[in-house]
């Protein structure tokens, strides 16, 4: 198991509500290339969003391309590319006040995609897709991150050798790529390449763990349903942190407080949180009135629009009172909402 990587992961990182109004929307962006030919761009392909099926954009003539999305919430990128190439979706992010950039899209030709299923022995459908769900990652190194992508093919290799990694819930496997980028099952760790792949993982959603004896990786959540292949790619996925560094605000707990109100019944108060989620999380909320706790709820909810219940104790007199909310996934990061909301008379 690879406790310490989630204990390191899970310190302390808890993302505050912004003091002023957050804009509605940021943007991704990066550019779409040949898996293993990083000089060969992908014009024409549309990147659209799973969870948002009105939305697109077109790469261009160097693969790149541009798309604005809505703030605060769980997207899952994919391309939808021109004959030749197959469809690749990228891990799924939640959407933190800043614009994700160089979320490139590792995409495999005919020619690779037919040599990796046949290696790895993935059970194809009559459309020629997995039957299940295949994630592939990088652990990559930090110099690849926070640069431009001349820069980043340079540093190829991107990978970090002497890396595990795991998934949570737990899946079999992985199998990690040799320096010669292929899958091989006699390898116990990654190489100099980085490549990690699950190739039967059931449909639901991933937490993906990396350790390493000196190096710590940001974790990566994956969406995974039948015929989907998740490729988790440089400079995300499993990225490098600098010593003290914690993961980006966008790699973490695809969840957040969407609605909050209170009522009064029969059985007395309470304060009711929607959350909606992305993946499995743990919900920690402590009501405060007049710096008193007045409240507590924990739960943990799966995916989907959820309403934590938050009893008020009888003393708690009524009006002005704060919930905080603590989400946790399942790496053990955090992320944190306080909001204000009016107690009812009892």
């Not at 190439?85 to 590792?106: K, M, P, S, V, Y």
């Not at 899946?171 to 010669?180: A, H, R, S, T, V």
């Not at 760790?189 to 390493?212: L, N, Q």
């Not at 710590?216 to 994956?222: H, I, T, V």
């Amino acid at each position: 198991m690879l406790a310490g990587a989630i204990a390191a992961l899970g310190g302390a990182l808890l993302v505050a509500p912004p003091a002023a109004p957050a804009a509605d929307t940021v943007t991704i962006s990066g550019r779409a290339y040949t898996f293993n030919h990083m000089s060969d761009y992908i014009e024409g392909a549309a990147i659209k969003v799973r969870e948002l099926p009105g939305i697109s954009a077109i790469t261009d003539a160097n693969g790149d391309y541009e798309l604005e999305v809505p703030d605060d919430s769980n997207v899952t990128p994919y391309i939808d590319p021109p004959a030749g190439w197959n469809e690749i979706d990228l891990q799924t992010f939640h959407t933190r006040g800043e614009d994700i950039e160089n979320a490139n899209f590792q995409t495999p030709a005919d020619a690779e995609y037919n040599a990796l299923a046949a290696i790895l022995g993935v059970a194809i459908d009559e459309n020629g897709r997995p039957q299940e769900c295949v994630v592939v990652t990088t652990v990559s190194a930090r110099n690849v991150r926070g640069v431009d992508y001349e820069t980043f093919h340079e540093r190829t290799p991107h990978g970090v050798a002497g890396a595990t990694a795991e998934a949570l819930p737990f899946l079999d496997g992985p199998i990690y790529f040799n320096e010669f980028v292929i899958p091989d099952r006699s390898e116990t760790e990654s190489s100099e390449d980085g490549g990690i792949i699950w190739e039967t993982v059931p449909a639901g959603t991933y937490r993906f763990v990396a350790e390493h004896p000196t190096t710590r990786f940001a974790p990566f959540l994956a969406t995974c349903a039948p015929g989907r292949i998740v490729n988790a790619n440089p400079p995300w996925g499993m990225y490098e942190l600098s010593p003290g560094e914690q993961p980006l605000g966008a790699s973490i707990v695809a969840a957040s407080v969407t609605g909050l109100s209170a009522d009064s019944g029969r059985r007395g108060r309470r304060v009711l949180a929607e959350i909606e989620s992305g993946e499995a999380t743990r919900v920690n909320a402590v009501l405060r009135k007049g710096g008193k706790r007045v409240g507590h709820a924990r739960v943990d909810i799966g995916t989907g629009t959820k309403t934590v219940k938050v009893p008020v104790r009888r003393k708690a007199g009524k009006g002005k009172a704060t919930l905080s909310v603590r989400l946790r996934d399942a790496a053990g990061d955090r992320v944190s909402d306080d909001r204000r909301v009016r107690l009812p008379r009892r």
